[in-house]
């Protein structure tokens, strides 16, 4: 059974950081990309950051560089997503996704809630 368990939202002050976790199970967590995106109120979802099977390539929206950094940790079958110098604009809900061509797969964690506000 895939899984894909998201935490570490909430709510932070501009300026502040938090860290999202997705862990995940079902799957050959090596073999996959990883990344984040998010749903902010009348948006359409974008990317926001991803991250090569190996770690080694990353990628990101312009409007996170500088202040987001994607990771995994292909031990623990989990990615992150450190966010720092958080702004109002990043309100959003968050998701992580695991991507893989071939064989194709295709999963999505459940969404977790981050609120930037003073």
């Known amino acids: 059974q895939v899984q894909l368990v998201q935490s570490g939202g909430g709510l932070v002050q501009p300026g502040g950081s938090l860290r999202l976790s997705c862990v995940t199970s079902?799957?050959?967590?090596?073999?996959?990309?990883m990344s984040w995106h998010r749903r902010a109120p009348g948006k359409e979802r974008e990317l926001v950051a991803a991250?090569?099977?190996?770690?080694?390539?990353?990628t990101y929206a312009d409007s996170v560089k500088g202040r987001f950094t994607i990771s995994r940790d292909n031990a623990k079958n989990t990615v992150y997503l450190q966010m720092s110098s958080l702004k109002p604009e990043d309100t959003a809900v968050y998701y992580c996704?695991?991507?893989?061509?071939?064989?194709?797969?295709?999963?999505w964690g459940q969404g977790t809630q981050v609120t930037v506000s003073s």
């Open positions: 996704r695991a991507y893989r061509v071939q064989p194709l797969a295709d999963y």
């Open positions: 991250v090569g099977s190996t770690n080694d390539i990353t």
């Open positions: 079902g799957f050959l967590f090596s073999t996959v990309a």
